[in-house]
């Protein structure tokens, strides 16, 4: 399990740089004001996401909390990590937690037949034990050898007992013809020429009108 160091926070803002202000609750717990080193977060975030199993060591405290990254707040102009909201989940209660898709592998009808992969879905929520939420989902575009090929939630291979909160039949990704993708982009165009066409001719009937 990933693990991460803390300290119990004693001022509500943090001036250094080199922190990150946090809290941990969760049900049936002691809820706690927190500071992390800004480093340490970055890794973990990076290797847990907001799906992983993080074991908390919070300096004063005997037991290691399990925690997952619920919410992290940035720094709208830095892009900077200034907060971040630890859940301490039950080891003995399912949770939900958005998972991303990762896709790998080649389809065929982008790379021979010369269409566009379009991905409807890059993220999914699931519902797990804590201890067996996975970091990512990957997904094998292989499949994808004509314009016909899809691939659907129901395709997606899973980690033992975890269950996607989606309908098996959505579709996850497939590969569109260039032809269709651009029909798709022009409909926007020729849907704002006409909005504009009729906004004229009503402008000139008024005028008729009041003439």
Do not use: C, E, R
């Given at each position: 399990m990933i693990s991460l160091s803390a300290k119990i926070r004693k001022q509500p803002d943090i001036?250094?740089?080199?922190?990150?202000?946090?809290?941990?609750?969760g049900p049936g717990v002691k809820n706690a004001s927190i500071e992390v080193d800004?480093?340490?977060f970055q890794k973990?975030?990076?290797a847990a996401g907001e799906s992983s199993l993080i074991e908390l060591s919070i300096e004063g405290e005997k037991d290691k909390r399990p925690v997952l990254i619920h919410e992290i707040q940035k720094d709208p102009v830095s892009d900077k990590f200034i907060h971040v909201d630890f859940f301490q989940a039950s080891l003995k209660e399912e949770v939900e937690a958005t998972v991303p898709l990762v896709?790998?592998?080649v389809a065929l009808a982008e790379k021979d037949l010369g269409g566009t992969l379009v991905k409807n879905i890059t993220e999914v929520e699931v519902k797990a034990f804590p201890q067996n939420l996975p970091h990512e989902i990957?997904?094998?575009?292989?499949?994808?050898?004509t314009f016909q090929d899809y691939i659907l939630i129901k395709d997606l291979i899973l980690p033992e007992?975890?269950?996607?909160l989606k309908k098996a039949e959505e579709i996850i990704a497939s590969v569109a013809e260039q032809q269709k993708i651009e029909e798709e982009l022009k409909k926007p165009i020729e849907e704002n020429v006409e909005n504009v066409e009729k906004v004229e001719k009503e402008k000139k009937e008024e005028e008729i009108i009041e003439e």
């Open positions: 001036k250094s740089a080199d922190k990150i202000s946090a809290v941990v609750y800004y480093k340490d973990v975030f990076k896709f790998f592998g990957k997904v094998s575009i292989d499949g994808l050898k007992k975890v269950k996607v």
